[in-house]
């Protein structure tokens, strides 16, 4: 079956419960997969279909709706770059589109819209986080960003760059006309079972319009403090800073670092239904039940600092505000938290002691600070090792210094690539982090305005850097020095006893 489309048509497959697995070696029996709730009737029109004998298999829902994804999202993608020679009629992609179609019911086989839908099934199915279309003068280029790097997925005639982008912006409703200034917009798509929100930005270019699809999977927003895979000290910090009925909670890092996950992960722990738990987020990620969550929109007004303002009348327990980023939401966030409410929130730093400089920069006075911070958590996240082909690696002088002396007895691994990782080397990825605790020591620290280094030698005197969780990452075989340089090099260098 490899290479080929599936037998049924993918509407009688969904909505009858019957997909293809597979032909014996000689062709004469198929072996077909039934949904554990689906009507056995429909095996009669499979088998007039196939012409053979069938061996059956029934399946539970969950592992027929991920074979069902599965196969139809291959037969999208292997269409998908098909008859791209075809004259652009822009007409032609401007119909009305459901607020939610489905990716694998290709009912309407034009061209382009088979590229777009096989290009977002792709990024789902190897788990990018954005689709990069970027038109240049002789080119038009799709890059994948998977794990936090980009990687070339197709390059196409520079023509094709306005049919592909018009098409994209028909979907998410933006204005097809206006080619000169940045628009943002959603697409709500289904892939079988899977539910995805595509959120679509785009951006006038020399060589034209950019556009940027984020690919958020619905499904993995209800990720818990247990799939974080938090070291047991910097999860215990957490959960504490979690407990105590007032104070701010800050998760820091670049963009891209997990930031959001981990704010969700700790609303999840707090959803208990004894709580009035409301956010302000731009954008609301995921739909999280229980949680009453605003999404910030700067047209109208509705900016960080006016949402946490108008929140902070409804009663709230906690708050959650997606990005501390100016001095109003500052001082808002600071006052809530010192008026009886938990204030969760991001703000951009490179490490835990940071964010008190960044706090003090933004108007904040030391001795408030002091007052109403808990917890502040940095993180990164390292490309995890396939541990099906990586390689045993002998540690040399220069791994010992980065290291230190545990590397001369630890087996380290380089990433070869096989099959199963796109020959990347490289499967998922690992979260490292740094917790930087309030305690009493801590306060009079910060209210007294000690300097970042003074925070630092106080809360991390025993360890739990960045660059000590990249060290233990490496030493444990979960990632290579190289990929741990690549996202700390700092953090190791500065903190690492070279």
């Known amino acids: ?76 993608l292997a269409g998908g770059a098909g008859e791209l020679d075809l004259p652009g009629d822009l007409d032609a992609l401007a119909g009305d589109i459901p607020a939610t179609e489905d990716l694998l019911d290709a009912r309407d086989d034009a061209p382009v819209i088979r590229l777009i839908n096989g290009l977002i099934a792709e990024a789902a199915r190897i788990g990018a986080s954005d689709v990069h279309i970027e038109p240049f003068e002789s080119a038009l280029v799709v890059r994948l960003r998977v794990d936090g790097v980009m990687r070339e997925a197709l390059r ?47 951006l006038p270019a020399r060589g034209g319009e950019r556009v940027v699809l984020r690919i958020l999977d619905k499904d993995q927003g ?17 959960e504490r800073a979690l407990r105590v009925p007032n104070g701010i909670v800050l ?44 999404q910030v929109n700067a047209r109208v007004g509705m900016t960080f600092a006016a949402g946490l303002r ?45 964010a008190v400089t960044r706090l003090r920069d933004m108007g904040i006075e030391s001795f ?29 002088a220069a791994a010992q210094r980065l290291l230190g002396p545990a590397a001369a007895g630890s087996t380290l691994y380089r990433a070869a690539g096989c099959a199963r990782c796109s020959h990347t080397g490289y499967a998922g990825r690992l979260g490292i982090h740094e917790a930087l605790e309030v305690d009493e020591a801590m306060r009079q620290l910060i209210g007294a305005g000690a300097d970042e280094d003074a925070i630092a030698a106080h809360a991390f005197a025993r ?4 660059g000590d969780a ?29």
């Open 222 to 238: 209800t990720l818990s403090l247990d799939g974080l895979g938090m070291e047991p000290p910097v999860r215990a910090a957490l």
């Open 310 to 354: 108008a929140i902070l009348r409804q009663d709230p327990d906690v708050v959650m505000v997606g990005e501390v980023r100016d001095p109003e939401t500052a001082q808002i966030a600071v006052q809530a938290s010192l008026t009886g409410h938990l204030v969760l929130s991001t703000v951009h730093t490179n490490d835990a002691p940071g």
């Open 463 to 466: 360890g739990g850097r960045l």
């Open 368 to 396: 408030l600070l002091a007052s109403s911070l808990r917890l502040v958590l940095a993180q990164r996240l390292l490309r995890r090792l396939c541990t099906a082909c990586r390689q045993p690696l002998p540690g040399d």
């Open 251 to 294: 998760v820091t890092g670049p963009t891209g670092a997990g930031k959001t996950t981990t704010l969700y992960a700790a609303l999840a722990a707090l959803n208990d239904g004894r709580r009035n738990i409301l956010t302000v987020e731009d954008p609301v990620e995921y739909a999280i039940d229980g949680v009453g969550q605003t």
């Open 156 to 202: 196409l005639p520079g023509r094709i760059a306005p049919l592909l982008v018009s098409r994209v912006k028909v979907m998410a409703r933006l204005d097809i006309a206006e080619k000169r200034l940045p628009q943002d917009g959603r697409i709500g798509l289904a892939m079988g079972s899977k539910a995805l929100d595509v959120r679509v930005s785009t």
């Open 470 to 498: 990249a060290r233990a990452a490496v030493l444990r075989g979960e990632t290579t020095l190289e990929e741990a340089m690549r996202v700390t090099r700092q953090e190791l260098q500065d903190h690492g006893g070279v």
């Open 1 to 76: 079956m490899s290479g080929s489309l599936p037998a049924f048509a993918y509407g009688f497959a969904k909505h009858q419960g019957v997909v293809l697995l597979g032909l014996d070696d000689d062709g004469g029996r198929a072996r077909v997969g039934l949904r554990e709730d689906a009507d056995p009737a429909a095996l009669l029109e499979a088998r007039r279909s196939l012409g053979i004998e069938l061996d059956v298999e029934v399946l539970p829902r969950a592992a027929f709706d991920r074979r069902l994804s599965e196969l139809y999202a291959d037969a999208a």
